[in-house]
Nanobody, 123 residues
Framework: QVQLVESGGGLVQAGGSLRLSCAAS????????MAWFRQAPGKEREFVAA????????YYADSVKGRFAISRDNAENTVFLRMDGLKPEDTAVYYC????????????????WGQGTQVTVSS
C-alpha cells in the first residue's frame, strides 16, 4: 500500500503562484510514476503532470506546459507541483496519484490516490 497526502492548496489571484506537496509513505516507490491530476466541478479528472520516482523524465499536459513544474525530493518522499502564472481555469481539486511501472495519462491507470487539495484562482 502507498499512502499519499497532499497539501499546499489555497486561494490565489490570477497570475499568482502556489506550490503543492504530496507526501508519500508505505512501500518503496523506486519503480513508481508519481502524478498530479485535477478535477473541476462537473468535469472529468484530468492529467496535469507526472514524474518518475527515479530518473529525470517528466510529463506535462499541454495546458500547463511552461507554467507548472513537477519535482521530487527522494529523501523526503515528497513530490511537488510548482504552479506559476495561474489562471481561473486552473481552479480545481488537485490530486496526487501513484502507479507502478509505465506512465499513463488517464486517471483509471493509477492505483493510489490522495484526498485532494483545493486550488482556487480568482480573476
Amino acid at each position: 500500500q502507498v499512502q499519499l497526502v497532499e497539501s499546499g492548496g489555497g486561494l490565489v489571484q490570477a497570475g499568482g503562484s502556489l506550490r503543492l506537496s504530496c507526501a508519500a509513505s508505505g512501500r518503496t516507490l523506486m519503480s513508481y510514476i508519481m502524478a498530479w491530476f485535477r478535477q473541476a466541478p462537473g468535469k472529468e479528472r484530468e492529467f496535469v503532470a507526472a514524474i518518475r520516482w527515479f530518473g529525470v523524465t517528466t510529463y506535462y499536459a499541454d495546458s500547463v506546459k511552461g507554467r507548472f513544474a513537477i519535482s521530487r525530493d527522494n529523501a523526503e518522499n515528497t513530490v511537488f507541483l510548482r504552479m506559476d502564472g495561474l489562471k481561473p481555469e486552473d481552479t480545481a481539486v488537485y490530486y496526487c496519484a501513484a502507479v507502478q511501472g509505465t506512465f499513463v495519462r488517464v486517471a483509471s491507470g493509477y492505483e493510489y490516490w490522495g484526498q485532494g487539495t483545493q486550488v482556487t484562482v480568482s480573476s
